[in-house]
């Protein structure tokens, strides 16, 4: 299956702490995507990286990209309470060709305490 | 608010029973999708339109039968479902289809089925 899996599945820190999450990827990929997802709601997009860039930043986020390795970081800097929702990667692989076939993961859940 | 907007938010019916979930996007986008979200499994693709033609359907069982009238509404047609079709069904649109595209999605439908 070409999923990406995150890792941890769930993650718990206090707020004003970093927030780390990885996902990983099993063939080669032409982008890839994070989304956020709030309880019981949609998924809304956060960032994109590019098979060519290999870090990216946007706000309190910074994601990272390891083509050699399969393998994207997310990382949310100074986690708010409001950070609490679960995270997706999503993948967008070369055998999709013009079908806009995303591939998301199974999600790390985040909870940031007050 | 993402600009697409899902009715039922939340819908349970009898495995007899037939109903149908609507979407619309106010985005102006071209392409429109059903995602089925279940717990503890990834995000899984059923059906996508372009230009409300359908490009993909991933192996859909047919008791789901979508319909596209025109790119800014979708409809997802249920009937005899089984109970393991309970699931969060969340619709999303994005400018094209093509690779690189981000998604935009409701806030989804939680379907129950007795």
């Known amino acids: 299956s070409q999923q990406g899996e995150e890792d941890p599945q769930a993650l718990s820190i206090q707020e004003g702490e970093n927030a780390t999450m990885n996902c990983s990827y099993k063939?080669?990929?032409?982008?890839l995507q994070w989304y956020r997802q709030n309880s019981g709601r949609g998924l809304v997009h956060l960032i994109l990286i590019r098979s060519n860039e290999r870090e990216k930043h946007s706000g309190r986020l910074r994601v990272t990209l390891d083509t050699s390795k399969k393998s994207s970081s997310l990382l949310i800097t100074a986690s708010r309470a409001a950070d609490t929702a679960s995270y997706f990667c999503a993948t967008d692989y070369f055998g999709s060709s013009n079908t806009g076939k995303l591939i998301f993961g199974q999600g790390t859940t985040l909870q940031v305490k007050p | 608010e993402t600009g697409v907007t899902q009715t039922p938010r939340h819908l349970v019916m009898g495995m007899t029973n037939k109903k149908s979930l609507k979407c619309e996007q106010h985005?102006?986008?071209?392409?429109m999708y059903w995602y089925k979200q279940s717990a503890k499994k990834p995000l899984e693709l059923m059906f996508v339109?372009?230009?409300?033609?359908?490009?993909e359907n991933n192996s859909v069982p047919s008791r789901f039968s979508p319909e596209c009238p025109n790119s800014s509404h979708l409809f997802l047609h249920l009937h005899t479902l089984q109970p393991e079709d309970s699931a969060l069904y969340l619709c999303?649109?994005?400018?094209?289809?093509?690779?690189?595209?981000?998604?935009?999605f409701g806030s989804g439908t939680q379907l129950s089925v007795l």
């Open positions: 339109y372009n230009f409300k033609e359908q490009t």
């Open positions: 985005l102006g986008h071209n392409a």
């Open positions: 999303a649109s994005s400018q094209e289809l093509g690779r690189g595209e981000k998604l935009f």
């Open positions: 063939t080669s990929i032409n982008n």
